[in-house]
DNA sequence: TCGTTTTAGAACAAGGTGGTTATGAAGTGC
DNA sequence: GCACTTCATAACCACCTTGTTCTAAAACGA
């Protein structure tokens, strides 16, 4: 996986068990082990999953005597709900396209789809890396 | 990475050349061809991010002739953002941290984060899965 | 200082990812 | 039917990920 920061974020968010420890986090902050506790998983490989959070600024890590806190980071969270914004209008078409497909299905015109292919102009101006 | 739907997801996410290609889907249907032209990369590969996209349900695929076209599906995206709208509360309490500290600098109790660290109760009722 | 607790790191195995090239299948059109 | 275009699949490779166990470092308490 690229090492720009919404890419680590994704990957992150990809494991459930990296989800769960976020929602986990919510309720307030945590040692390993106590986040390590609901999972059947050795420590180390909690250690590692926290490693994944931290590198994708998803948590904050402090000490507390010999523990080590994980704290919740949320705003990595907010990026990628900013880069989903994008697509919101293309849930909304998904309804204009089922009223048109009910429209169709009432009278004419059985086309259901748009098919543009403009030549290109593709990416979208932040996921400049692609390897 | 795992099989569930959202994990999927994230993990398709996860990577530049899809993201770039999704955003390529927003301006209209594409063959694989035009998928791939703007990457430097062979046309399996292309074939290949294609698959998994459309395993996480990302695109949807018809045949135009000998071409294969494929479409924006936005329905996934808006159940992530469904996903992380449950970690919105946290952007504004960093909000609120941050005028806490603010006022902390003005004065006192120099003490910024809550330590509640709840012995258990992990989990979020729909990451059930972590292998 | 020394033992205890807590966590991280090293070393390893198994499996997945993303890239390649070579080739075959599907559909069109003459 | 046959050649052509378009795409998918197979086989292979390098590397990353996730898990393990074993061990060491860090911070405290006595």
């Known amino acids: 996986m690229p090492d720009d920061r919404i890419s680590l974020v994704f990957a992150a968010l990809a494991d459930p068990t990296r989800r769960a420890i976020l929602t986990r986090l919510t309720q307030g902050d945590a040692?390993?082990?106590?986040?390590?506790?609901?999972?059947?998983?050795?420590?180390?490989?909690?250690?590692?999953?926290?490693?994944?959070?931290?590198?994708?600024?998803?948590?904050?890590?402090?000490?507390?005597?010999t523990a080590r806190l994980s704290h919740l980071e949320a705003e990595p969270l907010r990026e990628v709900t900013a880069w989903l914004a994008r697509y919101q209008r293309f849930w909304d078409e998904s309804h204009e396209r089922l009223d048109e497909l009910l429209a169709a299905l009432q009278g004419r015109d059985p086309e259901g789809r748009a098919d543009a292919a403009p030549t290109n102009g593709a990416d979208d101006g932040q996921d400049r890396d692609h390897r």
């Open 31 to 65: 040692t390993v082990a106590e986040l390590a506790a609901p999972f059947d998983v050795s420590q180390p490989a909690i250690s590692r999953h926290l490693k994944v959070l931290e590198n994708a600024g998803l948590i904050s890590r402090t000490r507390r005597a």
